[in-house]
């Protein structure tokens, strides 16, 4: 199983920049794509970004423009650089990550989230 550390929220001003970190630890094959999430209060989790092994990227609307995915695939680590926050950033973001087990079966997980709050 994949255990997913965050680290990187806080509290900033708008305009502000943050970075978050998400390093994957335990037993598996490989991981295939990881991603951020976000859920802010009384709203569904939502895609932020996302980033495949061979670093194809995919990101919301929202963000793009503004938010930066990058993967450190030896270090299995996801960062989320974000830039020009805004106060409806706010939220607690989730890393996920799909991976293989030996058993070749697929599995997702999820970080136990971090929380960004974008003062105005």
């Known amino acids: 199983q994949v255990q997913l550390v965050e680290s990187g929220g806080g509290l900033v001003q708008a305009g502000g920049s943050l970075r978050l970190s998400c390093a994957a630890s335990?037993?598996?094959?490989?991981?295939?794509?990881m991603g951020w999430y976000r859920q802010a209060p009384g709203k569904q989790r939502e895609l932020v970004a996302a980033i495949t092994s061979g670093g194809n990227t995919n990101y919301a609307d929202s963000v793009k423009g503004r938010f930066t995915i990058s993967r450190d695939n030896a270090k299995n680590t996801v960062y989320l650089q974000m830039n020009s926050l805004k106060p409806e950033d706010t939220a607690v973001y989730y890393c996920?990550?799909?991976?293989?087990?030996?058993?070749?079966?697929?599995?997702?997980?999820w970080g136990q989230g971090t929380q960004v709050t974008v003062s105005s």
């Open positions: 335990g037993s598996f094959f490989s991981i295939n794509a």
């Open positions: 996920n990550a799909k991976y293989r087990r030996y058993s070749g079966l697929e599995y997702d997980n």
